[in-house]
Structure formats: structure tokens, C-alpha cells
């Protein structure tokens, strides 16, 4: 199995020494034949517009949107998350969402940096004490009624929370986390990610 | 102290909400984490920022002034108005730095107060101070510093700084001192790699640098902190060299509007810095893009900020 972390920008880095702790194959994905080459994907947090901007200019968008719709389990922390809802408020006209799960994401929700935080999170399905999440200018998602409504499509868990609202959701082979996995050192999220 | 956003100070007790903390290492680094890769560009004005944004930058640092011209002007240089700083703010979705001047922590306290996201503690303007720079750790807000060399990198860092970029030569449009500061950064870090545990002792005398540091380093052979490049990039090809000696971000200066047509280059500058490694995509988006900014040789400058700060 090898994983794919898109590199257009952002914290690709610490994702990939995140997958190598926990034994993964992982490589940088900037081009279509890369990630061609990938049987799963996580969209790193960074800048969401730079990201938007960056998949339109490097012809990615529509082979990410197939690479969506078959199936492969996609994983987008903080930036990620935003590009893989299916509304974005608070962000700018022609930023890209692909829609990949019924989630809006209000972007930098919590504040500006100054109120950027760490906190513990229990998480659903890792039993072994609470996850030490960090939040930087986090969206907040909220889970929202499928568009077009009455699409079959498999029901949003909400495995964490912060303030009431989901910090990290799965449905199908779709996973969005709010915060940020890959620092910190705490490889579970990526472990459960690559347990798909 | 950080303010905490009413949401978040609401949230039901014993909730995750549970020693909760703002202002920590991690949230400070993550955030430079967040920028890898990336682009921050000068801007002086609202227009100028959504320019800046519309390009695909990561980031805009806000300032009165490019460096070219505080350069060419002369006098005291020192931290923007906060009109101009809120008003880049409202006019842009990315985060926004500003700049203070070295061991002015007092106009860092302003900069805080106005939510910047990152204060960039720089020798583009006149230091305030000749022997101390900023206690960075009694802020929320994370900074970046500037340094030429290794033991200047990480002298900042145990002052702490969250993000090092070389200083380079602001304002030349000349990328070699950028050249410079990082090939010797990246170089002592290989070296310390290979040094045995009572070199370690020699190295930190030699940089004038804290033993736990460069012990880190030997350890990880990396900065504890993300290294970008600042000062004289000017073209495409100067953010993908960076970019190749080790950067993991660029800054962009007056190299982007002192140019002929800013939009373009800012553009094909973010492109380059992605696809760094990337020939044929450097070649592609170097194409036609008007005059760079004039630039200025070394030999002819009359002051160099790289030796503020110390």
C-alpha cells in the first residue's frame, strides 16, 4: 500500500514522517502521474486558498475529484478538511471544495493565531487515552444535509468534537480532522487513517 | 495573553475544552509547519495584499515601506501603522506578519494586540536595540528572526523565535547573500551530523550557541524550527534555488512590486516554489514575465542590514 501526501503546499512534511512512523510507504504527490501512482491520499493543512489555487494551476483538479469518487480513502486534516467539504464559508469566490463528504467548513473559525490552541480530545475508536490535538486558525465543520438532498450516501461519524462542533468525521473511505495529526507525535489518527 | 473567543470559552465544562493552551511551541511551530512550501510576500496596501492573495501566497507581511525603498529613503525605519496593518487584515483571508524592529517588544505588545499571526523581529528596520533582542517566549504570538548563519539561528530560537529564515540582503533584488546565510546554515547542520558527542562541546562554543540545541541537531540533523529564505529573491528560478539548498518557504520582498508587472511574477514565483524540483515547469512559468526589479550589486551598497543583529 502506498500513500500519497499532496505537496502543493503545506504540512506535507510532518504527514509524511507521521506515515514512516507507522510503517507506511508514503510519497509526495504534485503531479497527475503521481497520484495515479497512490492508493490513498492525505490533503495537508497549509493555506486552503494557496491549496485551491495550486491543484487548478497543476491540472489536479479533476484527477483528485476521480480519485475521490473511486473510492480511495482520502484523509484532509485542517486545510485538507476544507477542500474536501462541500461548502467553505469565509473563504474566497473561487476557492475550490470537492465535496467528498456532506460538511460545511467555516474557515479560521476559532481566531487568528493568537488563539490557535492545543487540547485532549477523546476520540471514538482509540480506547487508549485521549488524543493531544493541535488547532492552528482551525476551521469549524458542521455536518449538513446532502446536495443534491435524498442522494444515497453513507451517514458522517463523528468521532471527535471540539466546542460541540466535529474535530474529526469519517463516512466511507472519507476522513476530516479539524486539527493537526501529523504534530505532536501522536501517530493513532494516521495508524486508524492507514487501517481504512 | 491571549483572548479566548467567546465560542470557545462557552464550551460545556468538562468538555474537551480541558486544559486547553494558546501560545504554546507546538502551536506556535505548527503554524510555520502550515507555510511550508509556500510564498510571503511584502505588501504595503489593502490592493497590494489581495494581489498578493490572489497569486497564491501563503502569507503577507505588512509593512509601510518595501525594503528597496526604506533602502533608498534612509532614516529610522520602524513598525507600521496599525490603520495599515488592520487594514491589510480585513482585506485578505491568509494570515498577516508584521514587522519590529529588533528589541522593540514593545511595538511587538502593539503588534500582538492587533492579532497579527506572526511578527517578523527584523533588520529591515532600525534595531532599537543594540545588545538585546526580543524575549520571544513571554509572547502568544510567534515569531520569526533573521540570521546568516547557524549560531545566529540559534541563539534566536533559545530566545524563542519559531521560524528562521536567512536575512540575506533586503531590498537588492541580489540573491547572493540569501545564498550564503543558507548554504552556511545547511552546511554546519551536515557537519554537526557527523561530529562525535565531545565535538558537540567545541561546536556550541564555536557558534556561540546553547549545547541542548546543537545537540538536537546532531540528533535530528535538521533546525528545531522551520528554515525559509528571505532577502533579494527576485525571480522564479531564486525561489526554486532556495527552495533546492534546503528552504522549506520563500519570502519575497520588493522583488514582486518593484517589478514591471507584480501579478504575474507573483504568480509564477508561488508556482516555482512548489514544483522547485521541476525543470520543465520552472522553464514554463519563467516565460514573459516582464522586467525583474533592477537590483544592485554588493560592491555598491552603502549600509547592509544582514549585520543587524547579533
Known amino acids: ?196 | 495573553m491571549a483572548e479566548s473567543p467567546s465560542s470557545a470559552s462557552e464550551a460545556s465544562a468538562g468538555g474537551p475544552t480541558a486544559g486547553r493552551e494558546t501560545g504554546t511551541q507546538l502551536v506556535k511551530r505548527g503554524l510555520a509547519e502550515m507555510l511550508k512550501g509556500g510564498v510571503i510576500m511584502d505588501v504595503v496596501t489593502p490592493e497590494q495584499a489581495r494581489v498578493a492573495e490572489d497569486a497564491g501566497a501563503v502569507a503577507v507581511m505588512a509593512l509601510e515601506r518595501v525594503p528597496a525603498d526604506i533602502r533608498t529613503d534612509g532614516g529610522v525605519a520602524r513598525m507600521s501603522d496599525p490603520i495599515m496593518i488592520e487594514g491589510i487584515q480585513e482585506a485578505v483571508t491568509i494570515p498577516v506578519m508584521a514587522k519590529a524592529r529588533i528589541g522593540h517588544f514593545v511595538e511587538a505588545q502593539i503588534l500582538e494586540a492587533l492579532g497579527v499571526d506572526y511578527v517578523d523581529e527584523s533588520e529591515v528596520l532600525s534595531p532599537a536595540d543594540e545588545a538585546h533582542h526580543i524575549d520571544k517566549w513571554a509572547f502568544t504570538v510567534p515569531f520569526v528572526c533573521g540570521a546568516t548563519n547557524l549560531g545566529e539561528a540559534l541563539r534566536r530560537i533559545s530566545e524563542g523565535a519559531c521560524m528562521i529564515r536567512s536575512k540575506g540582503e533586503a531590498g537588492t533584488g541580489n540573491v547572493i547573500e540569501a545564498v550564503r546565510h543558507l548554504r552556511s546554515i545547511t552546511g554546519d547542520i551536515r557537519r554537526i551530523t557527523q561530529a562525535d558527542s565531545a565535538e558537540l562541546f567545541e561546536w556550541a562554543k564555536r557558534l556561540q550557541a546553547p549545547l541542548p540545541l546543537v545537540q538536537e541537531i546532531a540528533e535530528t540533523g535538521s533546525l528545531p524550527v522551520p528554515l525559509f529564505c528571505a532577502g533579494g529573491l527576485a525571480t522564479p528560478a531564486d525561489a526554486a534555488l532556495a527552495m533546492q539548498l534546503g528552504a522549506e518557504a520563500v519570502f519575497v520582498g520588493s522583488g514582486i512590486f518593484k517589478s514591471a508587472d507584480p501579478s504575474p511574477r507573483a504568480k509564477a514565483i508561488v508556482e516555482a516554489t512548489t514544483h522547485f524540483r521541476d525543470a520543465d515547469m520552472l522553464a514554463k512559468v519563467s516565460r514573459g514575465l516582464g522586467a525583474p526589479m533592477t537590483g544592485i550589486g554588493m560592491d555598491d551598497l552603502d549600509q547592509t542590514f544582514a549585520d543587524r543583529g547579533w
Open chain 1, 1 to 196: 500500500m502506498k500513500v500519497g501526501v499532496l505537496a502543493l503546499q503545506g504540512a506535507f512534511a510532518a504527514h509524511l514522517g507521521a506515515l514512516e512512523q507507522v510503517g507506511a510507504s508514503a510519497v509526495e504527490v504534485r503531479t497527475e502521474s503521481q497520484l495515479a501512482d497512490v492508493d490513498r491520499l492525505i490533503v495537508p493543512g497549509g493555506e486552503s486558498t494557496t491549496i485551491s489555487m495550486m491543484l487548478e494551476r497543476s491540472a489536479l483538479v479533476e484527477p483528485l475529484r476521480a480519485f475521490v469518487r473511486s473510492g480511495r480513502p482520502v484523509f484532509g486534516t485542517c486545510a485538507g478538511a476544507i477542500l474536501l467539504s462541500s461548502r467553505i464559508v469565509g473563504g474566497r469566490s473561487d476557492q475550490l471544495c470537492f465535496g467528498a463528504l456532506p460538511l460545511s467548513a467555516s474557515r479560521n473559525a476559532f481566531g487568528r493565531q493568537r488563539e490557535s490552541f492545543e487540547a485532549d480530545l477523546a476520540v471514538r475508536g482509540l480506547d487508549d487515552g485521549d488524543f493531544h490535538a493541535v488547532f492552528i486558525r482551525a476551521p469549524r465543520l458542521e455536518v449538513i444535509e446532502p446536495d443534491p438532498p435524498g442522494v444515497d450516501r453513507p451517514t458522517v461519524e463523528v468521532l471527535a468534537e471540539i466546542d460541540g462542533s466535529p474535530a474529526l468525521v469519517r463516512s466511507g473511505a472519507v476522513m476530516c480532522a479539524t486539527f493537526h495529526p501529523e504534530l505532536g507525535g501522536d501517530t493513532r489518527v494516521h495508524s486508524m487513517f492507514c487501517e481504512m
